[in-house]
């Protein structure tokens, strides 16, 4: 092998060292909205104004204990955040100090083509191998510090990880809850495929949101009748062809389709799906029938390196 190609396989290195740095990202923006938060809460407590009997010693025991918790969360974040910063900086760190090391081996492989003397070549060789050294040391001291971090990030805990059990007078437990509103004041809960999400406003609830039918995701596509194809092969789930502890999918992400439905659950004409009264509106904002089988087919494919 020539010293120019050991040049380059040197530079392929430590490039791919490098490429372990991303953009060398910046420290993260303070945070404050947790305090905030707490302070709001401490407020509110103080405005019972318009409430009486029971209802102002419950109210002010949530907003005091809640109050606390967002307090202790607060911390948590600070904590959290200054990890998040020490990260940052590592990594910008290691990215400088690699590129500094890229540019090194870059002016040596320059130099390689007029190395023709054994002693000159030896040179050569010997500054790819301090190259390598340094790049080496880089990425091990990011790890090692990089490990360092993520312990102590495992031990940060928020107030509401291990939640006490509200006794009265203490916390949002039985005897001291707030009330909330009856069901019967929720929205009624759609049929057909729900899943949970957020609704607008930052509230929670069934809701028809997903893009892929949960049916594709861990299996149970059935055949209803009135389907437009009823015959149709059914999708293999995506989540059985994982192998993977978490496996997790997300949709309306970046560039979604619209409602990915299982091809034989589609109904495009009448009669309706499982004797349903009028059409299903899930098709309307599909790109068609076909799109399960090939999305399902094709995730099956790479999942099983074919």
């Not at 707490?38 to 019972?48: G, L, N």
């Not at 005091?64 to 969360?73: I, V």
């Not at 911390?75 to 990260?87: F, G, P, Q, R």
């Not at 069901?183 to 028809?208: N, S």
């Amino acid at each position: 092998m020539s010293v120019v190609q050991v040049c380059a396989q040197t530079e392929a290195v430590i490039e791919r060292a490098r490429s372990l740095f991303g953009s060398g990202g910046q420290p993260p923006a303070a945070l404050g909205a947790v305090d905030t938060a707490a302070e709001s809460t401490t407020t509110t407590a103080q405005h019972t104004a318009d409430m009486s009997g029971v209802a102002i010693s419950r109210y002010q025991s949530f907003a005091h204990q809640s109050a606390a918790q967002l307090g202790q969360a607060a911390h948590t974040d600070t904590a959290l955040h200054a990890h998040v910063a020490t990260a940052a900086t590592l990594t910008q760190t290691g990215a400088q100090r690699l590129e500094a090391i890229a540019a090194q081996t870059r002016a040596t492989a320059q130099a390689a083509p007029t190395a023709t003397t054994p002693a000159a070549q030896r040179t050569i060789i010997a500054a790819l191998h301090s190259q390598l050294t340094q790049a080496a040391d880089v990425v091990n001291t990011t790890k090692q510090q990089a490990s360092s971090l993520a312990s102590q990030v495992r031990r940060l805990g928020y107030p509401l990880d291990h939640p006490g059990s509200g006794t009265s007078g203490d916390g949002p437990g039985a005897d001291n809850a707030i009330p909330v509103a009856p069901p019967a004041q929720e929205p009624p809960i759609p049929t057909g495929p729900i899943v949970w999400c957020v609704r607008p406003e930052g509230t929670f609830g069934f809701w028809r949101c997903s893009v892929l039918y949960p049916d594709l995701s861990v299996g149970g596509v059935e055949r209803y009748t009135g389907a437009d194809f009823p015959d149709a092969p059914i999708e293999p789930p995506i989540k059985a062809n994982m192998n993977t502890p978490y496996r997790m999918l997300f949709g309306l992400a970046d560039d979604e389709i619209g409602y990915i439905i299982p091809k034989a659950e589609w109904d495009e004409n009448a009669p309706w799906l499982n004797n349903a009264p009028k059409r299903w509106y899930g098709e309307v904002n599909s790109v068609g029938p076909d799109a399960a089988p090939m999305i399902a087919k094709t995730i099956q494919d790479l999942l099983s390196g074919r």
